[in-house]
């Protein structure tokens, strides 16, 4: 299509394979797992599952169904009112897919269920226990809904034990309307990720707060000086890691992508992150919320 021609030629990629690819994909067909990464058929699967140097595999499962209560205008996941109930065995089952499965770092993650009263906050906490009692070694991160601000659903989420806190502003203050359902924006989902550094991890009490993380899409026609002040924005609440990529339009019912940035300015971006003071920032025209993100972690936290 036109769409297709007119897509830079650092946006054509080949999907590369990583050495732990086969073996981590052969498992997962056994095990009724959805991950984001292949459902998304996301260009980052091969270094992801691959693990890069460290051999840190990383992957994306998406909990809670496939039916958002939300309708931002930039996601092709589909919209209803009323989700089917949530599956009680969800929290079991995927820990234990999970401990079969040999994945290092998982992202849970989840469409907004704001027809719960409490959009889930307990299921995904059950999901955390319910993985680090199985596989103590596993990394988990959970990217997160905003709960409607509600701050009680982080404390909850964040006592679980998981190790990383992400919430996504996605775009800069003055475009949220235009990209993101309007039950979301930007004061809120600074206080989730505030708040969640806040909280002491852990469900003993005793931990260290988790690491908080963010994302922001690039191509919905921010100016610079508005995205360097969403990323100080960022440090200002303590937010510890951000990552930055390219907006790409999923269907064409959504949102077309008014700017396509180059990779020397994503390179900018990321020096810019660096000097002020993210633990990490990745960024990259096909980096994702979740790119790379165990790889990262042990690189960049734990030694
Ligand atoms: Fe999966 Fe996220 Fe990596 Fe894509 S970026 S392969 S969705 S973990
Ligand atoms: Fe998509 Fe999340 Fe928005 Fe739902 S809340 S429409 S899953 S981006």
């Keep these: 299509s036109g769409e297709r021609t007119r897509l830079p030629s650092w946006l054509?990629?080949?999907i590369p394979v990583g050495k732990n690819y086969a073996r981590i994909k052969n498992s997962l067909r056994s095990l009724n797992l959805h991950t984001v990464c292949e459902e998304a058929r996301c260009p980052n699967i091969g270094e992801c599952w691959g693990g890069g140097e460290h051999g840190t595999a990383t992957a994306t499962v998406m909990l809670?169904?496939?039916e958002c209560t939300r309708a931002c205008r930039f996601c092709s996941v589909k919209t209803s009112r009323r989700p089917p109930p949530l599956d009680p065995n969800e929290p079991a089952n995927t820990a234990k897919a999970l401990a079969d499965w040999g994945v290092d770092y998982i992202v849970l993650t989840s469409v907004d269920r704001d027809d719960l009263a409490d959009g889930g906050a307990a299921h995904f906490a059950e999901t955390v226990r319910e993985i680090k009692a199985r596989c103590p070694g596993m990394l988990v991160e959970c990217l997160t809904p905003d709960f409607s601000g509600d701050l009680d659903c982080v404390r909850l989420l964040v006592e679980s034990g998981l190790d990383v806190f992400a919430h996504n502003v996605e775009t800069v203050e003055r475009l949220q309307r235009r990209v993101r359902d309007p039950r979301a924006n930007y004061?809120?989902?600074l206080a989730v990720l505030q708040h969640a550094k806040r909280c002491v991890?852990?469900?003993?009490?005793?931990r260290t707060p988790p690491l908080t993380k963010t994302s922001l899409m690039l191509g919905h026609g921010e100016t610079d000086d508005e995205i360097l002040q969403t990323m100080k924005d960022l440090r200002e609440i303590g937010v510890d890691c951000l990552t930055l990529g390219q907006y790409m339009q999923p269907t064409k019912r959504m949102l077309r992508v008014a700017d396509y940035v180059t990779p020397d300015?994503?390179?900018?971006?990321?020096?810019?992150g660096d000097e002020l003071g993210f633990v990490y920032t990745a960024?990259?025209?096909l980096v994702r919320s979740s790119y790379k993100a165990g790889e990262f972690f042990i690189k960049n936290v734990l030694q």
């Design 12 to 14: 054509k990629t080949e």
């Design 64 to 66: 809670m169904g496939g």
């Design 187 to 189: 004061a809120q989902s």
């Design 201 to 206: 991890g852990g469900p003993d009490g005793e």
């Design 265 to 272: 300015k994503f390179a900018h971006w990321q020096r810019v």
């Design 283 to 285: 960024s990259g025209p």
